[in-house]
């Protein structure tokens, strides 16, 4: 059975069998985009609107590369030209776009459910490309993609995601999946940021050298310093470090061909020191960029046939 | 013009009997086998006749968002669930703050004549925080209490005051319980589902810590707190403590925290958000125990409308409420029918107790001299909550379009017949 929705809102949406079939076809673009014609016909004449009411660059671009390679117009609405500013509702705006005849939305929105919620108002695909601390399926499928590349397979995989997990729409995105899997998932980060984590099912560590005991593969989350809420913060960016920072030295505890993911951009010396940030023998962040790209064109690629009934 | 009530079983707070209801003008004149002649007759067999509910937590919206609903279409609202009296929360704009705004509210309900409209004023002016209102002139005016209701008063010195001063006016406080250095910007109960939605939440003990400093304050004053739509088991404990020892101190729940729990988010769907949030299973299962064992003193709704442009909209982005009015018989009857609460028990939170809370010694019961406001209510009565039955000018009900069981089939205000389902009479 393929993956038979218009949307991606959710990874708990995805079987194991969707997974695959996404990470096959997303093997066929990741050869494609190693041409010299990097292009497929496949979009031609659709519009696909890259709708990004909270800014991110990478996302964008990402999924802005990926619609052109399948040879669609892409056209980028951002947050900062958009008229939600002038009051409009979010609804009347996706509403407005898609009366110009547009065919797919990529969504990110600083709301959490805000994807699904745009799904449930338009007959045009939805891509979630994250919802405020929700999910981030196409990272998610990105870091799958990447790790099945190194290993070979998901069988008797253990996984750490570390940092902040309450806030990471990285961490519930890859959480779901991983559980539909099989993937044995650990999660550990600062107290403030844990509390409640028990309901994902994952086992939870009490301090970075359980964490990193024993995985195959570290997702090392983003510390969101530009976060202003009216949460108090963690004491310092030092001590975080120290307690939640992943270094070299302390690798040694993670299994020998370990690898490490970050959904980027790296907070250096943060979360992750340069150490490992540069080794590119165990951080494979820039695989991820690049897998990024053909994730997101088998997305769209699947969606759009969804859409059509093709 | 005399009306009677035929064949009804009467429920009040303590007793159940089959007899009819004599009504001259706005009074009950007689409870009786007999079969006084009558103006009008109310075939009423197979239902039961309830005093007409007391809601002293309701917001209207007017004067200042009088398209979310009004004191019209408000008293039309209340009607329709039954309620005969209800008390306006002070978060209007401009805040009724002051005699004024109070006089001119019971005015504007007077002359639509459904209800009684009982205000509550505000606590501080303006709703800021600061200094006290005019209590003994707007009690005067025909307020019945002081709350800042959306908003709690965050300086305890401020509450001490309107509990001393409240007092001396023979009133008492409403706070809406709530910690705010701990809201955290939060839309939702903080817990494994707020985890899971990733959608911040704000723990109960915003709620608990709150009530804890006002139940202290309260001890200090020796003012009347009562605590408004309760929502954490732990709220419970805290208000059974401060019973036991002597506090003045009292309680309402809302039927949402005792119907629904935050699992209902699941969707994101906004008519689910309301402050206080809906808890977990096990705050629902305290606040029906809580109902059976008499820690809750009220039933009240906390009708809260928002237009459908407010509501439909991103989680976060969304306020805070929903509408009550008219379901609260349908979910206070599910008490019943789950044997949490007997009828009578029903009547004396929904009805008696309010009425003696507001010290309305005319209220409250079925009994002769008492004021006719009437419920006359069918609790097998199944039917679709849909957009003919809704009086409200808002839709933000989960339960809109929804099957209810049990309604009321007429209410009666002052001896007068102000709503009948499904038309208004009046
Ligand atoms: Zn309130």
Redesign the pocket.
């Known amino acids: 059975m393929a993956y038979s929705k218009k949307n991606l809102i959710s990874t708990k949406d995805l079987s194991s069998d969707d997974i695959f079939q996404i990470l096959n076809l997303a093997k066929h673009y990741k050869n494609l985009n190693l041409q010299n014609e990097k292009k497929s016909p496949l979009l031609k004449g659709v519009t696909v609107v890259n709708s990004f009411f909270e800014n991110s660059t990478r996302t964008r671009t990402s999924f802005e590369i990926a619609a052109k390679r399948l040879s669609s117009d892409a056209i980028n609405f951002t947050a900062s030209s958009s008229s939600t500013n002038k009051g409009e509702t979010l609804i009347d705006t996706i509403k407005n776009i898609e009366s110009m005849k547009t065919d797919i939305f990529i969504m990110r929105h600083s709301s959490s459910g805000a994807a699904k919620f745009v799904a449930s108002h338009t007959p045009s695909c939805v891509i979630n490309a994250g919802d405020g601390c929700n999910e981030h399926p196409t990272q998610a499928l990105l870091d799958l993609f990447t790790i099945y590349e190194k290993f070979g397979s998901f069988d008797n995989l253990v996984v750490s995601i570390i940092g902040d997990i309450a806030h990471s729409r990285v961490a519930r995105s890859n959480i779901y999946a991983m559980q539909t899997l099989g993937i044995k998932i650990k999660l550990f980060g600062p107290p403030q940021m844990m509390q409640y984590a028990s309901v994902f099912g994952c086992e939870i560590c009490k301090d970075m050298d359980e964490a990193v005991r024993g995985s195959d593969a570290i997702i090392m989350l983003r510390i969101q310093l530009e976060r202003s809420d009216d949460e108090t913060p963690f004491p310092s960016i030092r001590e975080y470090s120290r307690y939640f920072g992943l270094s070299k030295n302390r690798m040694k505890q993670a299994k020998d061909n370990a690898i490490i993911l970050h959904p980027g951009p790296i907070n250096r010396g943060v979360e992750l020191n340069s150490d490992v940030a540069d080794d590119t023998r165990i951080s494979n962040i820039l695989s991820q960029v690049e897998n990024g790209v053909a994730i997101r064109m088998a997305i769209l690629d699947i969606v759009y046939k969804n859409l059509k009934g093709l | 013009m005399r009306t009677l009530i035929k064949n009804g079983m009467i429920i009040n707070a303590n007793d159940s009997k089959k007899a009819n209801v004599l009504i001259e003008n706005d009074k009950i004149v007689d409870i009786t086998l007999d079969e006084p002649k009558a103006d009008n007759i109310i075939d009423a067999n197979g239902k039961l006749i309830m005093p007409g509910l007391i809601d002293i937590h309701v917001h209207f919206r007017d004067p200042g968002f009088e398209y979310k609903d009004d004191i019209i279409s408000g008293s039309e609202t209340a009607v329709a669930g039954g309620v005969t009296a209800c008390c306006p929360m002070a978060n209007t704009n401009p805040v009724n703050d002051n005699a004024t705004i109070t006089r001119d509210m019971i005015k504007k309900a007077k002359k639509r004549g459904l209800i009684d409209l009982m205000p509550i004023g505000a606590i501080t002016n303006g709703m800021k925080g600061g200094s006290i209102t005019e209590m003994g002139e707007m009690s005067e005016a025909g307020c019945v209490a002081f709350s800042d209701?959306?908003l709690p008063v965050s300086s305890s010195d401020v509450m001490r005051a309107a509990l001393e001063y409240s007092a001396f006016h023979g009133s008492f406080i409403i706070n809406?319980s709530q910690d705010c250095s701990l809201c955290r910007n939060g839309h939702m109960n903080e817990g494994l589902m707020s985890m899971k939605l990733g959608i911040k939440g704000m723990p109960r003990e915003q709620e608990e810590i709150m009530i804890s400093r006002d139940m202290l304050l309260a001890k200090l004053t020796g003012g009347h707190i009562h605590i408004?739509?309760v929502s954490s088991g732990w709220s419970l404990k805290l208000i059974e403590t401060a019973k036991k020892e002597g506090i003045n101190i009292t309680c309402e729940v809302c039927p949402h925290h005792f119907t629904f729990d935050d699992s209902y988010l699941e969707g994101y769907d906004t008519n689910y958000k309301m402050?206080p949030p809906l808890r977990t299973k096990d705050d629902v299962k305290a606040m029906r125990e809580g109902l059976r064992n008499g820690i809750i003193d009220i039933i009240c709704t906390?009708h809260a409308p928002h237009h459908l442009d407010e509501k439909e909209r991103e989680f976060d982005k969304a306020p805070f409420g929903i509408l009550g009015l008219q379901t609260l018989i349908p979910l206070t009857l599910n008490l019943v029918r789950d044997g949490v609460i007997s009828l009578n028990k029903m009547v004396e939170l929904t009805s008696l107790n309010p009425a003696k809370l507001l010290k309305l010694n005319d209220r409250g019961k079925i009994e002769i001299g008492y004021l006719a406001d009437i419920a006359i209510v069918d609790p097998e009565f199944e039917y679709i909550y849909d957009e003919n039955l809704n009086k409200s000018k808002s839709k933000n009900s989960p339960l809109l379009g929804k099957k209810l069981k049990g309604a009321a089939i007429k209410t009666i205000k002052s001896g007068k017949l102000v709503y009948d389902f499904p038309n208004v009479v009046v």
Request: glycine content about 14%; overall charge negative; hydrophobic content about 15%.
């Open positions: 209701d959306g809406h408004a739509h402050s906390d």
